[in-house]
DNA sequence: CAAGTGACGTAGA
DNA sequence: GTCTACGCCACTT
């Protein structure tokens, strides 16, 4: 596996602290591609499920705290993990102003 | 090497 | 507030 940006990708979202969350682009940033959330959010699309139950990629969510209709095994299912992570949500979204970094 | 794709992001209407 | 269009990067074929 040369990809290498994607392990980066898995390791960042690994070190999502529980309760918080965190956007692509944010993470995109952090590996040093502020315009990298779709290679971001990409990695995560082939994340392997050996990897799902390790990376807690639905502590993964777009801009503003929205969930995408394509996240991995449903966005329901990802709402429902965040709510049981003690995440707050704002309607469809999650409440960006509480766990996200976005101040 | 070139083209296509994709859990995105921002800007404009 | 919602939808559309373009641009960005990385990976596959």
Do not use: N
């Not at 602290?17 to 940033?29: C, D, E, F, S």
């Not at 591609?33 to 699309?45: E, K, M, S």
């Not at 929205?66 to 965040?82: C, D, E, M, N, W």
Request: charged share 25%.
């Amino acid at each position: 596996m040369k990809a290498g940006f994607f392990e980066r990708v898995y390791d960042a979202v690994r070190a999502i602290p529980k309760g918080r969350v965190l956007t692509y682009g944010q993470i995109a940033r952090l590996l040093g591609t502020p315009r990298g959330a779709r290679a971001v959010g990409w990695a995560l699309r082939v994340l392997p499920k050996k990897l799902s139950h390790s990376v807690p990629w639905h502590r993964v969510v777009g801009a503003g705290g929205r969930i995408s209709p394509r996240a991995g095994f449903g966005p329901l299912v990802q709402k429902k993990r965040l709510r049981a992570e003690g995440v707050r949500f704002r309607g469809e979204k999650v409440d960006v102003g509480r766990h996200g970094v976005a101040t």
